[in-house]
C-alpha cells in the first residue's frame, strides 16, 4: 500500500489531476541510479586519489632543468663567505692621530699658577688676533673672561680639584694643541660645570678659532 501511494506521489505529464498551467514533472532514471550506488557503497563518494609523491619530484626537476633556476640550498651554498678582519685588525691598520699629553705645569704656590694662567691665556689671545682669527669684538668680550677666571681664582670660587685641569687647558693653548684644549675644556664643563660656566665662553671661542684653519 506505501509503495502505491508513493507512485502516486510521482504525477507522469499528462496527468489530468493537475492543473493546466501546472508544470509537468519528470521523473528521470539517473535519480534511481545515483541512489543505487550511494546505498550499495555509501563510501565511495569520498574516497581520495592517491598522489605519486615520485612524479613529483620528477616534474620540479625537470621544471628546473628547463627554467635554469637553482634551489635555494643550492644558491645559498654558491654564495662565497668573507671573512671579515677582527676589530682590533682593523684599527690597528688605520693609521691615526697620535694624542698629545698635556701635562699641569709643576708650580706649588697658587698665586703663581694663577698668574701663569693668566699669561697663557692673553698670549694665546693676542696670537689669534696677529693671525686674523678674531675680530675686535670677539677679542674684547675674551679679554673680559679672562679677568672673570682670575676672580673666580683669586675668591676660591675655582676648586683644588678644577686647578690642575685649568692649568692644562693654559698649557694646551700654549702649545696650540686645540683638540686637546677641546677635550679639556669638555672635561671641565662636565666635572665643574658651576665653577667655569662664566668664563669657559671666552676660552672656548679661541679653541674654535684656533681650530680654524
Same mark, same amino acid.
Given at each position: 500500500?506505501?509503495?502505491?501511494g508513493n507512485q502516486n506521489n510521482h504525477v507522469l505529464p499528462g496527468n489530468h489531476a493537475r492543473g493546466w498551467n501546472d508544470p509537468p514533472q519528470f521523473m528521470y532514471d539517473a535519480q534511481k541510479q545515483a541512489g543505487s550506488i550511494t546505498a550499495s557503497n555509501p563510501l565511495a563518494t569520498n574516497k581520495?586519489?592517491?598522489? !605519486?609523491?615520485?612524479?613529483?619530484?620528477?616534474? #620540479?626537476?625537470? $621544471?628546473?632543468?628547463?627554467?635554469?633556476?637553482?634551489?635555494?640550498?643550492a644558491v645559498?651554498?654558491?654564495?662565497?663567505?668573507?671573512?671579515m678582519p677582527a676589530k682590533s685588525e682593523t684599527a690597528?691598520?688605520?693609521?691615526?692621530?697620535?694624542?698629545v699629553e698635556i701635562v699641569a705645569p709643576e708650580i706649588a704656590d697658587d698665586g703663581e699658577l694663577c698668574q701663569y694662567c693668566i699669561r697663557c691665556f692673553?698670549?694665546?689671545?693676542?696670537?689669534?688676533?696677529?693671525? !686674523?682669527?678674531l675680530?675686535?669684538?670677539?677679542? #674684547?668680550?675674551? $679679554?673680559?673672561?679672562?679677568?672673570?677666571?682670575?676672580?673666580s681664582w683669586t675668591s676660591g670660587k675655582i676648586s683644588a680639584k678644577a686647578k690642575p685641569n685649568c692649568a692644562r687647558l693654559c698649557r694646551a693653548l700654549e702649545l696650540e694643541e686645540y683638540a686637546a684644549a677641546h677635550d679639556i675644556h669638555l672635561q671641565l664643563m662636565t666635572d665643574h660645570v658651576s665653577e667655569v660656566s662664566q668664563w669657559m665662553v671666552g676660552i672656548k671661542k679661541m679653541i674654535q678659532a684656533g681650530n680654524s684653519s
Open positions: 500500500m506505501e509503495d502505491r581520495r586519489v592517491g598522489h !605519486d609523491l615520485s612524479s613529483t619530484n620528477a616534474q #620540479n626537476t625537470s $621544471t628546473v632543468t628547463h627554467t635554469g633556476v637553482a634551489p635555494p640550498s645559498l651554498a654558491s654564495v662565497p663567505i668573507l671573512n690597528a691598520s688605520t693609521p691615526g692621530k697620535a694624542e692673553t698670549s694665546s689671545l693676542q696670537s689669534l688676533q696677529d693671525r !686674523d682669527k675680530e675686535m669684538k670677539l677679542a #674684547n668680550d675674551i $679679554t673680559k673672561r679672562i679677568k672673570i677666571f682670575q676672580q
